[in-house]
């Protein structure tokens, strides 16, 4: 198992940066691919980025492809979610979860941390 903590979320201006961590723990947690989710209010969460555990890098084809970027620190099982050139369509809640295969589909993910808030002023 993995227990997953999302940390980083806040206001950001539109245009502006934010980073998202997600700091996963637990015995085999080097071992599972950690990808991003968005849910914003009335909307199914939707899948953002995920970084595999072999290093396998996927994003969204969405209008966040080109902006953000998924990174990860092995060391500390640290995954991070750089956002760059902030949209309204990017504000909601932002989710971690852990798999063993590297998805884009919410199925393939049985661990998901508690999500942070992420709020684009215009």
């Known amino acids: 198992q993995v227990a997953l903590v999302e940390s980083g979320g806040g206001t950001v201006q539109t245009g502006g940066s934010l980073t998202l961590s997600c700091k996963a723990s637990?015995?085999?947690?080097?071992?599972?691919?950690i990808s991003w989710f968005r849910q914003a209010p009335g909307e199914e969460r939707k899948f953002v980025a995920a970084f595999s555990w072999t290093d396998e890098i996927t994003y969204a084809q969405d209008s966040a492809q080109g902006r953000f970027t998924i990174s990860r620190d092995k060391a500390n099982n640290i995954v991070f979610l750089q956002m760059n050139g902030a949209e309204l369509e990017d504000a909601g809640i932002y989710y971690c979860?852990?798999?063993?295969?590297?998805?884009?589909?919410?199925?393939?993910?049985?661990?998901w941390g508690q999500g942070t808030q992420v709020t684009v002023s215009s």
């Open positions: 637990g015995s085999a947690a080097s071992k599972y691919t």
């Open positions: 979860a852990a798999g063993f295969l590297s998805s884009t589909n919410i199925a393939e993910y049985k661990f």
